[in-house]
């Protein structure tokens, strides 16, 4: 048993927690825009004078609203992307509030490989994506990612700062999970 008071009982493969996080300051300008959009549907509402009639204004206003909302929310969910790696679990939370939230069993798992260059346009886009030949990602920024191989043949990708890292404690939780040991620091 370790003592708690070790400064290797913190990275110990059987107990450390790592965490990563990806962050892409770009979305804030799109989110700068859905406010804008929401800002102008409520000036549309507040101070219009439309003499085209009531259904005009009300679609004007409704849907610059809803559009607003739809950025708003679609780019401040998808700014930053944070990991977490425990002993069971890796978890994807994105966003503010955390949501989408993908929790990923380590059991489930049967590799985990690092990717160097992961592109928004390899998957149609910023955000949580979902591509048949390639599996589902989540993708906030161009740059290095984690990619791991589930026990059906599925993928789970992630752009994360220190990728590197992450894959070396996944898998050492992988050989310890199949009764091995974790790998030599």
Same mark, same amino acid.
């Given at each position: ?9 913190? &990275? ?6 790592? &965490? ?52 708003? +929310? ?34 489930? /798992? ?17 955000? +949580? ?8 990602? /989540? ?18 990708? /992630? ?27």
């Amino acid at each position: 048993m370790r003592d708690p008071s070790d400064p290797r009982a913190a &990275t110990a493969p059987d107990t450390a927690v790592w &965490t990563g996080r990806a962050t892409n300051r770009g979305q804030w300008l799109l989110a700068a825009a859905g406010a804008a959009c929401m800002a102008l549907g409520v000036e549309l509402a507040v101070d219009s004078e439309w003499t085209s009639g009531l259904a005009p204004l009300l679609m004007s206003v409704i849907g610059c609203v809803a559009a607003g909302l739809l950025m708003l +929310y679609g780019t401040l969910a998808f700014v930053h992307v944070a990991v977490k790696v425990d002993r069971d679990v890796l978890e994807v939370r994105c966003g503010h509030i955390g949501l989408p939230r993908r929790s990923i069993p380590l059991n489930l /798992v049967v590799g985990a490989e690092f990717a160097p260059r992961v592109t928004p346009r390899q998957w149609g886009g910023w955000g +949580y994506r979902w591509r048949p030949e390639k599996g589902t990602a /989540v993708v906030v920024r161009r740059g290095e990612g984690l990619v791991l191989t589930m026990g059906d043949g599925r993928s789970f990708t /992630v752009t994360v700062d220190d990728a590197e890292a992450a894959v070396r404690i996944i898998r050492d939780r992988l050989r310890l999970l199949a009764g091995g040991k974790p790998a030599k620091a």
